[in-house]
């Protein structure tokens, strides 16, 4: 099992706590193996005197040591165990060495679902990961900042489109890369052009102060009448915003207004959807979500093209499709992924974030409700059933 979040834990004081919680939570759940190549199950067979354990799993796993249990009643628990004898294969002798238990238990219910009753579709996930913290641009970005700057050339007698150097020396540039706010001198010649706009802008007699007038004397005699720098942010998988890259006009004949401003920020944003467009693949395909809950699901992988994407991937962009619905579009935060023997990858995404699109989530809180209601009075049943 390979977890995605670092969650945050309340570690047990005793090793008698850990028993008391093992065998009042874990008698009938299932505890599995942590960093298993496959989910592989783990059972207490017998809890020793001298505080140890025996426990039984699968006769092929070889433990380095130790070995990391987990399972998840209320909350997600955790217990590091010594191999203290090697009875047989797949028996061992063990001595609780810590344990600790999530922070935060599962929110919502989450319950089984039928392929009949609800399906993930029309994945859509990164080719690649784009990583620019590093401002290691791939080149299909440059390219497609190339082009940009090719086919809008005639916006202002100097057109540029282009990344961000490693090694910012230009303090504007330097600016701009910290803050992602916009330049914007509308004439040149005036000290008050080179004041904020708003909080949004650069603040120009903030950057150079007393060097402000060299550099109004600068762009004066280089001929330029108005200069629009508007930055490029990329917003990564995890919903953080990194200024990359920037367009920059700068006009020798006419004083830009703010709707320039407006509108080379308007390009901004539809060069970032072409870059991320360029690089998310579609796969239409059926795929079996096996529980649900408000605020997450756990889908199976078959198809292969999406395997291969999936498992690199942070998240991806989904439609859950219920029995006579229309899709619901939803972002999948992938928390946790693990294979089955048959290879399929078992995904866990939460629903949770900014990602996911407000009124989309609310017609699916609708959808959900009486399926959960349902399931409680089901529950309810068997409950006074085993009475």
């Known amino acids: 099992m390979r977890q995605r979040k670092n969650r945050e834990f309340d570690s047990f004081k005793t090793v008698d706590d850990v028993i008391n919680l093992l065998k009042s939570q874990f008698t009938n759940r299932k505890l599995y193996i942590k960093y298993a190549v496959d989910k592989t199950e783990i059972n207490i067979n017998e809890y020793m005197d001298d505080k140890s354990v025996m426990v039984v799993t699968d ?49 919502d219910l989450r319950f089984k679902v039928n392929q009949d009753e609800a399906v993930a579709t029309n994945f859509r996930v990164s080719k690649h990961t784009i990583d620019l913290s590093g401002f290691k641009i791939p080149t299909s970005i440059k390219v497609l900042l190339d082009q940009f700057q090719s086919s809008n050339s005639k916006m202002s007698e100097i057109v540029k489109v282009d990344v961000f ?82 367009i920059q006009l700068v006009s020798k004949s006419v004083n830009f207004g703010i709707e320039k401003v407006l509108e080379l920020k308007d390009h901004s944003f539809k060069l970032v959807d072409r870059i991320r467009d360029a690089n998310t693949i579609l796969i239409p395909v059926h795929q079996p979500i096996i529980d649900i809950s408000r605020g997450g699901a756990k889908i199976k992988i078959t198809d292969s093209d999406l395997k291969k994407y ?69 529950l309810i049943r068997q409950m006074k059933a085993k009475k």
């Open 165 to 246: 150097e490693t090694d910012v020396k230009d303090p504007i540039f330097s600016e701009m890369r910290k803050t992602g706010k916009i330049l914007f001198i509308p004439d040149t010649g005036s000290s008050e052009s080179y004041r904020a706009f708003s909080e949004d802008f650069i603040d120009l007699h903030q950057i150079y102060d007393a060097q402000l007038d060299d550099v109004i004397k600068k762009y004066t005699e280089r001929g330029y009448r108005s200069i629009i720098v508007v930055p490029i942010i990329y917003i990564t998988e995890n919903e953080s915003s990194i200024p990359f890259a920037y």
């Open 310 to 378: 999936i498992i690199k991937s942070k998240g991806f962009i989904f439609d859950i499709v219920f029995k006579l619905q229309a899709p619901i579009t939803i972002y999948g935060d992938i928390r946790a992924t693990y294979a089955d023997e048959e290879k399929n990858i078992f995904v866990g995404v939460d629903f949770e974030g900014n990602s996911s699109r407000k009124d989309e989530m609310k017609r699916f809180y609708a959808v959900l409700k009486p399926m959960e209601a349902e399931y409680k009075a089901k």
């Open 59 to 107: 006769q092929d796993y070889k433990p380095d040591g130790n070995i990391v249990i987990y399972g998840l009643s209320d909350k997600y628990v955790e217990v590091d165990l010594d191999v203290l004898d090697v009875i047989t294969a797949g028996y061992f002798k063990c001595r609780i060495k810590s344990a600790r238990r999530a922070l935060k238990g599962r929110r």
